[in-house]
């Protein structure tokens, strides 16, 4: 089983700022199956990023993502109020397909 | 609009059973896999299981194999999750996923399963 590691545990941030979420991986992911999601309050996760660095549909592209192998970060160039959120990893190159324990971005 | 909406949690005591399901709409539900998700209160999320387009492959979490199932009926553009000798630490919300190929892309808002006594 892949596991995988989000830091920092909690991100406390101003709006406008740039924030950068990092997620490790126990082995290399194949393919670069590796994606991103954010999970505001009461409200199922939503798909960011897929492939690594694609954005899904909708997705502003103040979102990024980037990374390989192991080692994997996200990254939101200008906060906005509604990033107040958690944010997950995943990977989906193996089965099980496992998820980061999550990064909380707090918008101050 | 691509939606999928859960139903069938509740509160079921240790050892019993609960059957949910999951109504796809607004894709082509037979050209696409389909997961479940779960998330305890308070936790992050665990996948637990995967079905693939024909339903001939499904695939389970090590927490739950041998407890639940999944299946799909194509003409109820339906997926289905039984789950069997429920633990506590199976209270969650369950959430329905499509899949594109394995990346779980669409989520319904999820359905919460308590198991206590």
């Known amino acids: 089983e892949i596991v995988l590691m989000q830091s920092p545990g909690t991100l406390s941030l101003s709006p406008g700022d740039r924030a950068t979420l990092s997620c490790r991986a126990s082995?290399?992911?194949?393919?670069?199956?590796f994606a991103w999601y954010r999970q505001k309050p009461g409200q199922p996760p939503r798909l960011l990023i897929y492939?690594?660095?694609t954005r899904a549909t909708g997705i502003p592209d103040r979102f990024s993502g980037s990374g390989s192998e192991t080692d994997f970060t996200l990254t939101i160039s200008r906060l906005e109020s509604e990033d107040s959120a958690v944010f997950y990893c995943q990977q989906y190159a193996v089965a099980p397909l496992t998820f980061g324990g999550g990064t909380k971005v707090e918008i101050k | 609009e691509v939606q999928l909406v859960e139903s069938g949690g509740g509160v079921v005591q240790p050892g019993g059973s609960l059957r949910l399901s999951c109504a796809a709409s607004g894709f082509s539900f037979e050209q696409n896999a389909m997961h479940w998700v779960r998330q305890p209160p308070g936790k992050g999320l665990e996948w637990v299981s995967l079905?693939?387009?024909?339903?001939?492959?499904?695939l389970y979490a090590n927490s739950v194999k041998g407890r639940f199932i999944i299946s799909r009926d194509i003409i109820k553009n339906s997926v289905y999750l039984q789950l069997n000798s429920l633990r506590t630490e199976d209270t969650a919300i369950y959430y329905c996923?499509?899949?594109?190929?394995?990346?779980?892309?669409?989520w319904g808002r999820g359905t919460t399963v308590t198991v206590s006594s």
């Open positions: 079905i693939s387009r024909d339903g001939g492959v499904t």
């Open positions: 996923t499509r899949g594109r190929q394995w990346l779980t892309d669409i």
């Open positions: 492939d690594a660095s």
């Open positions: 082995q290399s992911v194949g393919n670069n199956y």
